[in-house]
């Protein structure tokens, strides 16, 4: 499965945007996707995740109330809705996709296929 972030750009803090992260072929729809941000200096850590269904999701809390994610199989592509941006949200995104357990889905160890990642600048 290779994957393409994009939707990422230079927003002022208290904005919005949205994230997409489409799938080549049909597996896309098979598999958990995650969200994950790399900010310069810091290890990548988890923002959000659904399941292959998209019958749960979970939010890393620091994005909890302010972040969606969402899915739609039919287009093999998982949006990230970010709104409320603060300054800490700054970072490279990147999605991935896992069959690790639910449990261990926030966990960076189960996910191959990152693709490129797309840039998120937020201005205070």
């Known amino acids: 499965v290779q994957l393409q972030a994009s939707g990422g750009g230079l927003v002022q803090a208290g904005g919005s945007l949205r994230l997409s992260c489409v799938g080549s072929?049909?597996?896309?729809?098979?598999?958990?996707v995650g969200w994950f941000r790399q900010a310069p200096g810091k290890e990548r850590e988890f923002v959000a995740a659904?399941?292959?269904?998209?019958?749960?999701?979970r939010y890393a809390d620091s994005v909890k109330g302010r972040f969606t994610v969402s899915r739609v199989n039919a287009k093999r592509t998982v949006y990230l809705q970010m709104n409320n941006l603060e300054p800490a949200d700054t970072a490279v995104y990147h999605c991935?996709?896992?069959?690790?357990?639910?449990?261990?889905?926030?966990?960076?160890?189960?996910?191959?296929?990152w693709g490129r990642g797309t840039q998120v600048t937020v201005s205070s």
């Open positions: 991935g996709v896992t069959q690790i357990l639910w449990a261990y889905v926030d966990e960076t160890r189960g996910y191959t296929n």
């Open positions: 659904i399941t292959r269904i998209a019958s749960s999701t």
């Open positions: 072929g049909h597996a896309f729809v098979n598999l958990h």
